[in-house]
């Protein structure tokens, strides 16, 4: 399985009072990741959108591993799952870059619609290929 | 897939509508793993969605794919889906039209 990976800086204001990056942040980072990997594809929200579609996530899950403080770098790490489905599982390590300590992982599950909202059941077209193009990458040994 | 090379049984199966109800329950049940659903428990002309078997979008997907794989039929989308999905017996006879245009 092929990952992309992305570097960020935990912020100041990212930290809960307890001086720990605060547990929703880390579906930002996901976003970070998710982002960098459909932007190779030509898929970003807005490529999508121009092609006629969009991607609502229905599923997320997250598991917690380790914490992480203000100003600590963070390596977030994306991939996705070959599809059974119409249907694109992306997953996520959250990864503490000094010593590649895993702080998180999760995945999220985004069903596929028309931009008038309409649900699709198989991909079709120019979609279609750029989603190939993104599963056959990610699917490399 | 051609006409003549399709398997026998399963053919007798889709222009049987009481055969093929049965057959589409248990395909639900074993695509979707409703281990606590019998097949005795599915009324035919509940609708599978939501307030019926409480299926899906996601269960949906999984349907599709079942489907083209038995019967090599395909529902595209979810307005294709509104009327497959309406009822087992909607399911069956969406599928036994659309097997019969091959």
Known sequence: ?141 | MKKNKRNNELEEIVNNSEAMCEFLKKMIIETLKLEHVTVGEIDRYAPLFRKGLGLDSIDALELVVAIEKIFNVIIEDEEVGKIAFASIDALAHFIQKKYEQG
């Open chain 1, 1 to 141: 399985m092929q990952w992309v990976e992305t570097e960020e800086i935990v912020r100041f204001n990212e930290v809960d009072e307890w001086g720990m990056a605060w547990y929703g942040h880390y579906m930002a980072w996901f976003e970070v990741g998710r982002l960098s990997l459909l932007r190779r594809f030509d898929l970003l929200p807005k490529q999508m959108v121009d092609l006629g579609y969009i991607a609502p996530v229905i599923n997320l899950q997250c598991d917690f591993k380790s914490t992480v403080g203000s100003g600590d770098r963070i390596v977030i790490r994306t991939t996705v799952a070959k599809p059974e489905v119409a249907a694109l599982t992306f997953k996520f390590e959250i990864l503490l870059k000094e010593n590649r300590t895993l702080l998180a992982q999760g995945e999220t599950t985004q069903v596929l619609l028309t931009t008038n909202k309409k649900m699709i059941y198989r991909l079709s077209g120019e979609f279609e290929k750029r989603v190939r193009n993104l599963v056959n990458y990610c699917s490399q040994e």
